[in-house]
Nanobody
Framework: QVQLVESGGGLVQPGGSLRLSCATS????????MGWHRQAPGNQRELVAGIDSGGNRNYADSVKGRFTISRDGAKNTVYLQMNSLKPEDTAVYYCHGRSALQNYWGQGTQVTVSS
């Protein structure tokens, strides 16, 4: 069974940084696409950043220039570097992997941006 395990969330002050990690139980290159989504209370889950198997990246307009998605094939891990964090970035962040046949989700990690 494929597992995606997020880590790295926490409480940070506005303007601060966090790096989220998503460790997978199989090669990250076996996924056609991997992404980070987030869901704040009362809101729908939204795509924050993604990377396809060819290394092409996409970002939500609200995080462009502040967040960076990257990957390490040797560690089977995808990262989300989050800089210049704002209170509106507060949410549960989920790792997502899409293969040809199925979608996989992690359990989520809480990010809270507050002074």
């Amino acid at each position: 069974q494929v597992q995606l395990v997020e880590s790295g969330g926490g409480l940070v002050q506005p303007g601060g940084s966090l790096r989220l990690s998503c460790a997978t139980s199989r090669s990250i290159f076996s996924f056609a696409y991997m992404g980070w989504h987030r869901q704040a209370p009362g809101n729908q889950r939204e795509l924050v950043a993604g990377i396809d198997s060819g290394g092409n990246r996409n970002y939500a307009d609200s995080v462009k220039g502040r967040f960076t998605i990257s990957r390490d094939g040797a560690k089977n891990t995808v990262y989300l570097q989050m800089n210049s964090l704002k209170p509106e970035d507060t949410a549960v962040y989920y790792c997502h992997g899409r293969s040809a046949l199925q979608n996989y989700w992690g359990q989520g990690t809480q990010v809270t941006v507050s002074s």
